[in-house]
């Protein structure tokens, strides 16, 4: 699919590997609306980048500010042919603390935004795009989902973050197979560490640290090779029902 001149949204889009994602979209001409529950940060990226770029505050588990965020994007755009889930939370804490067991509240809320606020994205989507005329191939849309390595290696007290982004890779095909009949295809991309404001906080040894853990290249993710990802899924039409790992081949040790 041609990413010029469609509607896109961009869950988490205003941060991160959302807001690479924004920028490399709008730069390729797509229009896009960044959902995002942070607005200061949304309202200011889609005036930098200009009138094909809006926003609208969404919370990604409410079930209301999704549907109408879509159905404005779909008025706006004409259509929404383009949806990326990039909207998450981190969250790190052991299954049996020094406090006790994991709280069922902390462990609920990282499903609730990371896995169900993405499927909740999905179902909204998938049936704006299910609206649009199909292409000359039968395809009306694309959709892109964000997992972690973590779904696969999770570290010690990543239970939460590793069962929310183990979710999403066993969605992804099914999802895949659900709207293969409407011309909708699902993938998911998979990251390593990227260098994002999730990193911000931490000082420089560990940064440091963390960058020596890729096999090559030895530095962190830089939030466009995800973006150019996302691009590439838009882009190739037979990229279906996969999850796509962009790591610099790191596998996580245990801690
Ligand atoms: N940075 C990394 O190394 C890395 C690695 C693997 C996976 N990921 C995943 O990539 C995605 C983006 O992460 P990032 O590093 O860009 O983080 P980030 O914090 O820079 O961006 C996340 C964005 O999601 C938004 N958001 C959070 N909860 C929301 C909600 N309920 N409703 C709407 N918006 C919400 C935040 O406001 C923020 O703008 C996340 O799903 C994260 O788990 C990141």
Redesign the pocket.
């Given at each position: 699919m041609d990413i010029q001149g469609k509607g896109v949204i961009v869950?988490?889009?205003?941060?991160?590997?959302?807001?690479a994602s924004t920028r490399l979209f709008a730069e390729r001409g797509a229009q896009v609306m960044i959902?995002?529950?942070?607005a200061k940060?949304?309202e200011a990226l889609a005036a930098e980048l200009g009138d094909h770029v809006h926003f609208s505050q969404?919370?990604?588990?409410d079930q209301d500010s999704v549907k109408s965020a879509v159905a404005r994007a779909a008025a706006t755009f004409g259509g929404v042919h383009v949806a990326c889930?990039?909207?998450?939370?981190?969250w790190a804490q052991k299954t049996l603390g020094k406090d006790g067991p994991h709280p069922l509240e902390s462990f609920q809320q990282v499903i609730n935004?990371?896995l169900i606020?993405s499927f909740n994205v999905i179902r909204f989507a998938a049936e704006a795009m299910s609206k649009n005329d199909p292409m000359a191939d039968g395809q009306r849309g694309v959709i892109i989902n964000?997992?972690?390595?973590?779904a696969f290696e999770g570290q010690m007290g990543q239970v939460a973050?590793s069962a929310s982004?183990g979710g999403i890779v066993g969605m992804t095909l099914p999802v895949a197979r659900d709207l293969a009949r409407d011309g909708i295809r699902v993938n998911t991309i998979?990251?390593?560490?990227?260098?994002?404001?999730?990193?911000e906080g931490l000082p420089e040894a560990a940064v440091q640290s963390l960058s020596e853990q890729p096999v090559f290249p030895k530095r962190?993710?830089d939030?466009s090779e995800?973006a150019k990802t996302a691009l590439f899924i838009v882009e190739n039409d037979y990229v279906n029902g996969e999850t796509i790992r962009i790591d610099g081949a790191i596998r996580m040790a245990p801690r």
């Open positions: 869950t988490g889009g205003a941060s991160g590997l959302g807001g959902l995002d529950r942070d940060k949304g969404v919370d990604v588990t889930n990039f909207a998450g939370i981190g935004i990371n606020g964000t997992a972690s390595v973590a973050y982004k998979a990251p390593g560490l990227i260098k994002t404001p999730l990193f962190l993710g939030p995800i």
